[in-house]
């Protein structure tokens, strides 16, 4: 028997689960639904990648594209002004900020909605349909049973995988991205390999390099690449048409990634940036990569991936300037190869050893410990949190073939096993990428969030949920 009862259970607190929140209250005012939303968290709002109060830590996109609403552009910039008016469309401002951003939005949407958002804070560890009747129950970690008739699943990102296998010694010597905590509490003069050259990477480097003694850090990825910067004075990028110089999808990567290059070599001559080029090619992206075949998306996954991200996701100028630095000091060698052993050694370090990229011979490091940012995963294995696996174990999703996330409908409703959508199941945040490819950045994930809420809406106007056991009360 279930404790408790409620039409809509919004399964986590980051910010794809708070704007959900925010769009389901606007947009089903009418109907009067009451919502659920539950995390682990105290205080929802802020997530993994907003809860820190380090304001060192930047946006890697300017203000003038992360406003929470795709239909009032300038909402954050407004609220950065109230703090600052020197704060514009091209600022970069601290993820803490905009983490209390996303928390003040929360607070005042449910202000404007009284009684009808709870915050619950606990974690889904399964997800049920209910036989013979509609809707699920979900099992939290605390034991409690909750019976939800709409199920929105805003799940984060997983945690990262590590390309070795890690016994205890060696496993000890291993530091999550996040873990500030811990890499605060190396020897100041202790050497550290970062594994992994990406925005997660870039974040741990400022953090262990924030003390006056200087250390030996070395990172690590398989290409050794890093992500490039912003231009100063960045604006919004424009709508523009699709963009006739790639011929019509579907596309081979090669010619897509050959007619991409002419266009920035044409733009170059005008005087125009590469980033211009990027970014009015962005709102069809998901179009390019959905009528991409399988063997394609597989062949840009091996091949250009890496290259199209670390232009595509770039970093604040004045971060770019601090790793600029950082690199020139000598204290920070950046390396491209696969890591291919490891082991803990009698003097409490650990031995590491990689074979550098286009080189027959393995080098070796030793090394106080690694930070694993390899970036987060998308498959769902036995690495996934419970609730994921036991839905695909279930059958109540599918897991794309490229280990992309799972598969989605049109409607954001996750495809069971059956080759279906999941009644009363939805599914936003980044494991949409398998669909959208675009799916991780703000820009994007808002208009996720307030379509699915608008979806949502109409199912409920045209199959009125039930009053829950404490309106019958």
Request: with cysteine; aromatic share 6%; charged share 20%.
């Amino acid at each position: 028997m279930t404790d408790d009862s409620t039409p809509i259970l919004i399964i986590g607190g980051g910010f794809s689960g708070t704007l959900t929140a925010i769009h389901l209250l606007r947009t089903t005012t009418g109907q009067a639904a009451s919502i659920t939303l539950l995390d682990p968290a105290a205080v929802p709002g802020r997530g993994l990648a907003y809860r820190g109060n380090d304001d060192n830590l930047l946006l890697n996109v300017p203000a003038g594209n992360m406003s929470a609403f795709a239909d009032d552009p300038s909402h954050f910039v407004e609220f950065c002004q109230q703090i600052d008016p020197s704060f514009n469309v091209g600022s970069f401002v601290s993820r803490r900020l905009y983490g209390r951003y996303l928390q003040l939005n929360l607070q005042r949407a449910m202000a404007a909605n009284p009684g009808r958002l709870r915050l619950v804070q606990d974690q889904a560890h399964a997800v049920h349909s209910r036989p013979g009747k509609d809707g699920f129950t979900v099992t939290l970690a605390s034991g409690r049973l909750l019976a939800a008739q709409h199920v929105v699943l805003a799940l984060g990102h997983q945690v990262p995988g590590f390309p070795l296998p890690l016994p205890p010694k060696e496993l000890e010597k291993v530091i999550e991205p996040w873990d500030f905590q811990r890499m605060s509490q190396l020897p100041g003069d202790a050497p550290v390999l970062i594994l992994g050259t990406g925005h997660t990477a870039v974040d741990a480097l400022f953090q262990l390099t924030q003390q006056a003694r200087p250390r030996r850090i070395w990172m690590l990825s398989r290409h050794g690449l890093l992500p490039h910067a912003h231009r100063l004075n960045p604006v919004p990028p424009a709508t523009s048409q699709y963009p006739t110089y790639l011929g019509e999808a579907p596309l081979r990567v090669r010619t897509l990634l050959r007619e991409l290059r002419k266009e920035i070599a044409r733009k170059a001559l005008a005087g125009c940036d590469w980033r211009d080029v990027l970014n009015q090619l962005r709102p069809h992206t998901p179009r390019l990569w959905q009528a991409m075949p399988l063997v394609e998306r597989q062949r840009f996954l091996r091949h250009g991936m890496a290259f199209w991200d670390i232009h595509r996701h770039r970093l604040a100028p004045l971060s770019a300037d601090r790793l600029q630095a950082l690199k020139e000091s000598d204290e920070v060698q950046v390396l491209g190869g696969r890591l291919t052993n490891m082991r803990a050694t009698s003097r409490g370090m650990l031995q590491v050893q990689f074979r550098p990229r286009c080189q027959p011979r393995e080098q070796s490091l030793e090394v106080a410990a690694i930070i694993n940012c390899t970036g987060p995963r998308m498959s769902i294995g036995s690495h996934s949190s419970p609730l994921l696996q036991q839905l695909a174990r279930d059958g109540l999703l599918v897991p794309d073939p490229n280990k992309l996330g799972v598969l989605i409908d049109d409607h954001y409703q996750p495809t069971c096993s059956s080759g279906q959508a999941t009644p009363g199941l939805w599914y936003v945040g980044p494991m949409l990428k398998a669909q959208h490819w675009e799916a991780i950045a703000v820009p994007e994930l808002r208009g996720h969030t307030q379509r699915l809420a608008q979806h949502l809406a109409r199912q409920l106007a045209i199959y009125p949920v039930l009053p829950t056991q404490a309106e019958l009360a």
